[in-house]
């Protein structure tokens, strides 16, 4: 039982574009999201992160809208540059002592020049 | 700079043979994580110690075993690794509930 979805394995999208990657979740319990990415060869970077008390966050290029009702969360990258290509994963996590994260399966994002 | 470092980068190992993979930190955080990751798949979470206290995930194989002799280091021991078992296993740290920062990752290869 996949608690995280990211449905869309591989994103291509043109330098200076938007890109739009999207992340379904399935347990009303998750408060806390995360986005992650990750270059081939290295472990996992923070990104941005949002509470489930805001809909949205915003953080220089990168913004995260939460739809609460809809149990779906977006990360947007404006503009995108070649740098942002990875791999970006969404973790969610529930109130608990410690933070327990569930990831997605991860969205593969080429920017092209 | 403060970071989260693995030892190896790369593994290799024999079926059956027993392999320990190394994690520290100088970020002094209080939480640390061993994650396994297969090709195309989340990261799952294996165990985590809180301080001192280990927390097994009810789905982590007995195979896999963990340690964390003081703050700093913590390391994952795989007892008998099978050809299942060859994955990247990503070791994070965190202060309580605050955001987890990753390692660059081992990963395992089991012949």
């Known amino acids: 039982d996949q608690q995280v979805k990211q449905n869309s394995p591989s994103l291509s999208v043109q330098e200076g574009r938007i890109s739009i990657l999207n992340c379904d979740y399935t347990n009303s319990m998750f408060d806390y999201f995360l986005w992650y990415k990750k270059y081939p060869a290295e472990g996992p970077t923070f990104l941005i992160s949002i509470s489930s008390i805001k809909d949205k966050n915003e953080d220089g290029r990168f913004t995260v809208f939460l739809n609460k009702s809809a149990k779906h969360l977006s990360l947007h990258i404006v503009p995108s540059q070649p740098g942002d290509s990875a791999v970006y994963f969404c973790?969610?996590?529930?109130?608990?002592?410690?933070?327990?994260?569930?990831f997605g399966t991860g969205t593969r994002l080429l920017v092209s020049p | 700079d403060a970071m989260v470092i693995q030892n190896p980068r790369y593994q290799v190992t024999q079926f059956g043979k027993p392999v320990t993979l190394s994690c520290s930190q100088t970020?002094?955080?209080?939480?640390m994580y061993w994650y396994q990751q297969k090709s195309s798949q989340a990261p799952k979470l294996l165990f985590h110690?809180?301080?001192?206290?280990?927390?097994n995930e009810a789905d982590t194989p007995d195979n896999f075993q963990s340690r964390r002799p003081n703050t700093s280091f913590c390391f994952l021991d795989i007892r008998s690794p099978g050809l299942g078992d060859a994955a990247m296993y990503l070791c994070?740290?965190?202060?309580?509930?605050?955001?987890?920062?990753f390692g660059p990752g081992t990963r395992l290869l089991v012949l």
């Open positions: 994070a740290t965190s202060s309580s509930k605050e955001t987890q920062y």
């Open positions: 110690y809180y301080d001192k206290d280990f927390n």
């Open positions: 970020l002094n955080h209080n939480v």
């Open positions: 973790a969610a996590s529930a109130n608990t002592g410690f933070q327990k994260l569930v």
